[in-house]
């Protein structure tokens, strides 16, 4: 591991979900014996952050249980809109979670892109979102994930003028420790233990660390 830089590994869906999945999401959902062979990888990485995002049941009956067994910690990235839904989070599952020393980061209201927001879906994100999420847990919440890996550069803008002291990307290369922008790698339905340490070893090479490097960029300013 470079000096200075750390890895951040996103989970999402865990086990049979309990709600009906949006087009595509069955890709970053795993079996539950998947999900601890990783983890037990994850524990044994000397510089990991752990994050989940969008407010799964399963972030608090199977993410927490496993986490704790292992004396890891996570940041749960919710979504303020699904709070109470079927198959999601409801409020005393946030605090469960608050309880056990995890971090409350907010995902947004409704799992849509941040590129292109006109004014209201850019308070309803941004601000009502976190608001939401802050009365339920009676703290301040600084960090938030991108919904769908998607942002562009005036999103960035507001986030850094609403005073967030970090923002999660699904942008799959490693991270400078105090930036920022935070980019994971996401954990797909095919990934074994094996397969995430080729992947997270392939992005330290000369081209892809560039082509990573060109793809954030572009990101931050359309």
């Not at 979670?97 to 980061?105: C, N, S």
């Not at 799992?111 to 006109?118: A, E, I, K, L, V």
């Amino acid at each position: 591991m470079e000096t200075g830089t750390s890895i951040n590994i996103c989970f999402h869906g865990i086990g049979e979900p309990r709600r009906e999945l949006e087009p595509g999401e069955e890709r970053y959902w795993i079996h539950r014996d998947q999900f601890h062979a990783i983890l037990d990888e994850l524990a044994s990485w000397p510089s990991v952050r752990i994050s989940f995002d969008d407010g799964n049941l399963s972030d608090v009956r199977i993410g927490l249980p496993g986490l704790t067994a292992r004396g890891l910690s996570a940041e749960f990235f919710v979504l303020a809109g699904r709070l109470g839904t079927v198959g999601s989070l409801d409020e005393g599952d946030v605090r469960e979670l608050q309880g056990h020393g995890m971090t409350i980061g907010t995902h947004g209201m409704h799992h849509r892109s941040w590129c292109g927001m006109d004014e209201q879906t850019t308070y309803d994100e941004l601000v009502a979102a976190r608001d939401r999420l802050v009365e339920v847990i009676q703290q301040d919440i600084t960090t938030a994930a991108c919904p769908l890996g998607q942002y562009d550069r005036r999103a960035l803008g507001e986030l850094r003028r609403l005073g967030y002291t970090g923002v999660f990307t699904s942008d799959r290369r490693p991270a400078r420790r105090e930036a920022w922008l935070q980019p994971r790698f996401s954990v797909r339905r095919d990934d074994t233990p094996a397969s995430l340490r080729a992947a997270v070893g392939a992005s330290r090479g000369w081209p892809q660390r560039v082509r990573g490097e060109l793809v954030g960029m572009a990101k931050r300013w359309r």
